[in-house]
């Protein structure tokens, strides 16, 4: 026992120094670089402020930095080439991983485990390859999926689940009446070409078309806990709208396979209808302008988006021919080795040219593995988190995967519906033992006069 209380304490001065050392050498640093990059040190100044604030609260920085998680924007710190989405993850990562909730659910642990097998699987293309972009990038897609899972799940869990899907399905909303505004404006003038909005930021339409969809499934969805679950219709109808104008197929591919799917799981009266109102018009609108634009014949058809597809995904394979087993490194299109410079518009082929078969291989386990443990849970949360991985892997499979929003924004969602429904569990838990003795028998209602 003695022995037990010197250890402890011990651990707390060590914890105490290694504290007061790193106080000092992010004080000297800051003071170092504020003549050079004052915008920098502030924004570590504000991380520092907020994770501190995070020792009362573990789930204040990932739940503040919610609107944040959609700006594609680029965060404007030098040299450093962050998204505002991206930077906004980054630093909530390190107050919820440090001070979330513990344990983890065990579907969130398995979600965990088939991302670090991925991450383990590129190892190999980042001995092939040494140079700087390829370990970036490593670290980055870690973030992407295991930070994203662990700032959901960190919000959900300690009670925010609702108000983190109505903060998410909001701010959606807003840049979907942005994208509306924007394609009204453009059809007034005769130009119904896919709706590109401008302001309040720049979207191109497959971003938008992205979180349009992944936050319709939000709506379509509609957990009880949702804060303002009657106006959910509404904000459906404006995302739809939106996604519409976006012309974005591949979004409207990836959502119309998820709610179809989910139609068929929650086990609707009339799943039919479903896929009849909604699944097969979106996939027959889709399947008829891929078929219009490939037979184009005119001098600018192989600049059309399908054709240039088909141009990168040959391209691409080209690439993956130089290292087929281990591939050429992960952002190869930022470096001078191929004349190529595009990150290609397809997952697996991204994956293959990047990290080879092995890497291929990692990436099927680790997708497939996510589906089958989103599909245990048939609750509105496993709906959800079912639904938006879906359509984040139908949707992978036809543009760039590993882009900021995109790829983080479904695992955020599923980290908070993973969270939210292990709180749930746990507040059925604690009221089933209060509502009965220790031997199981339930309390006799009180009299009262």
Same mark, same amino acid.
């Given at each position: ?6 250890? =402890? ?5 060590? /914890?105490?120094? *290694? ?30 402020? *907020? $994770? ?24 404007? +710190?030098?040299?450093?080439? +962050? ?7 980054? @630093? ?32 190999? !293309? ?12 490593? %670290? ?7 930070? %994203? ?13 609702? *108000?983190?899907?109505?903060? *998410? ?57 949702? @804060? ?37 799981? =929650? ?37 059309? /988006? ?8 040959? #391209? !691409? ?59 245990? #849970?048939? /609750? ?20 760039? $995967? ?15 519906? +993973? ?11 604690? /009221? ?15 009299? !009262?006069?």
């Amino acid at each position: 026992m003695a022995a037990g209380r010197v250890a =402890r304490r011990l651990l707390t001065w060590a /914890s105490v120094a *290694l504290g007061a050392g790193l106080a000092i050498t992010v004080l000297l640093g800051a003071g170092q670089q504020i003549p050079h990059r004052p915008t920098l040190v502030l924004v570590g100044a504000v991380a520092v402020l *907020l $994770f501190a604030l995070s020792l009362h609260e573990a789930a204040l920085v990932p739940l503040a930095f919610l609107p944040l998680y959609l700006v594609s924007e680029r965060a404007g +710190l030098g040299s450093i080439d +962050l998204s505002v989405s991206d930077l906004a993850l980054f @630093v909530a990562v390190w107050p919820a991983a440090i001070l979330g909730p513990r344990p983890f659910s065990p579907a969130l642990r398995t979600l965990l485990w088939l991302s670090a097998l991925y991450q383990a699987c590129l190892l190999f !293309t980042l001995i092939q390859n040494p140079y700087r972009a390829n370990y970036v990038e490593w %670290a980055h897609e870690w973030v992407l999926i295991s930070g %994203a899972l662990v700032v959901g799940w960190t919000i959900g869990r300690r009670g925010f689940a609702g *108000l983190a899907l109505s903060i *998410l399905l909001g701010t959606a909303s807003l840049l979907a009446v942005a994208t509306i505004v924007t394609g009204i404006q453009q059809y007034l003038d005769g130009n119904f070409e896919a709706v590109y909005v401008t302001s309040p930021m720049p979207m191109h339409k497959n971003f938008i078309g992205g979180v349009m969809g992944i936050c319709a499934i939000i709506a379509w969805v509609r957990p009880q806990e949702l @804060v303002w679950r009657r106006v959910s219709p509404v904000a459906l109808g404006l995302l739809l709208v939106a996604l519409a104008m976006s012309q974005s197929r591949q979004a409207i591919v990836g959502l119309a396979v998820a709610i179809a799917l989910i139609a068929v799981r =929650r086990g609707v009266k009339h799943p039919r209808r479903v896929l009849a109102f909604a699944a097969l018009p979106a996939l027959g609108l889709t399947a008829q302008t891929v078929r219009e634009q490939l037979g184009a014949t005119s001098d600018s058809a192989r600049f059309n /988006s399908v054709n240039q597809r088909v141009t990168w995904f040959s #391209d !691409t394979i080209d690439v993956w021919s130089h290292q087929p087993l281990f591939g050429v490194g992960l952002r190869w299109w930022y470096t001078d080795r191929f004349a190529q410079r595009f990150q290609p518009p397809n997952a697996l082929l991204e994956v293959g040219s990047s990290a080879g078969w092995i890497g291929v291989l990692g990436f099927a386990i680790w997708s497939i593995g996510s589906l089958v443990v989103s599909t245990r #849970d048939r /609750s509105a949360y496993g709906m959800i988190a079912f639904g938006v991985l879906t359509d984040r892997i139908v949707q992978g499979q036809l543009d760039v $995967f590993w882009v900021a929003v995109s790829a983080s924004l479904p695992f955020i969602v599923m980290g908070i519906c +993973l969270g939210g429904r292990a709180a749930q569990v746990e507040a059925d838990r604690i /009221s089933s033992a209060v509502a009965t003795t220790p031997s199981g028998v339930e309390n006799p209602p009180i009299r !009262t006069a």
